[in-house]
């Protein structure tokens, strides 16, 4: 048997067998890894395109006649062997850069796309210095003040007078006593 496996007429079919494995795979390899299949690219890009006729919605979400024609033309166009970027700019011209989902990200969109993080960065952080400078400072009902029955009673003197009733009156009538509880008649 090791004979056999020396000898150089079974070297050489070892390597013509490995050859055509080797072959064999690439070739498998290469039929499996193609481009995206066609109607994956135009159900990707038919979620990039807004519907000129439907607010908020893009031409995959869209049921009317213009929306299923938009789909159709893509299709087509990739058929044709169109770029992404050469379907876009054919319906950009055609409906004016409305019909993108997203705005371009560059030129004057690019506000678009730095303004929001910027925003909720600034936000965040006045959110922060406000909350250290309350945990700082003192809360205004940490000192404990007591209203004493002479105080109230003067206070609720001076509310009966601005409101023309007298004092002794209310408590009577089951308005607010002297010390400021009502006395439950209603």
């Known amino acids: 048997m090791v004979g056999f496996l020396t000898s150089s007429a079974a070297l050489a079919r070892i390597r013509r067998g490995l050859a055509s494995f080797v072959g064999l795979a690439l070739f498998l390899l290469a ?11 135009a159900q990707a890009i038919d979620r990039t ?12 979400q869209s049921q009317v006649p213009l929306a299923f024609q938009m789909r159709q033309r893509v299709r087509d166009m990739l058929a044709e ?11 950009i011209a055609r409906y004016g850069e409305e019909v993108l989902a997203s ?5 004057a969109n690019l506000t678009a796309w730095i303004v929001p993080p910027v925003g909720l960065l600034v936000g965040a952080i006045v959110l922060g210095f406000a909350i250290r400078a309350m945990r700082r ?5 940490d000192e404990d003040e007591e209203v004493t029955e002479a105080e109230l009673a003067s206070y609720l003197e001076r509310v009966d007078s601005e409101m023309g009733t007298d004092v002794s009156n209310a408590e009577s009538s089951g308005g607010i006593s002297s010390d400021g509880s009502g006395s439950g008649n209603s």
């Open 49 to 60: 395109l807004m519907c000129p006729v439907c607010p908020s919605e893009t031409i995959n």
């Open 137 to 141: 400072s003192p809360g205004l009902g």
């Open 81 to 91: 062997g169109a770029s992404r970027e050469e379907i876009n700019e054919h319906f």
């Open 31 to 41: 039929c499996t890894s193609q481009a995206i299949p066609l109607e994956e690219q």
């Open 103 to 107: 705005p371009p990200k560059g030129g």
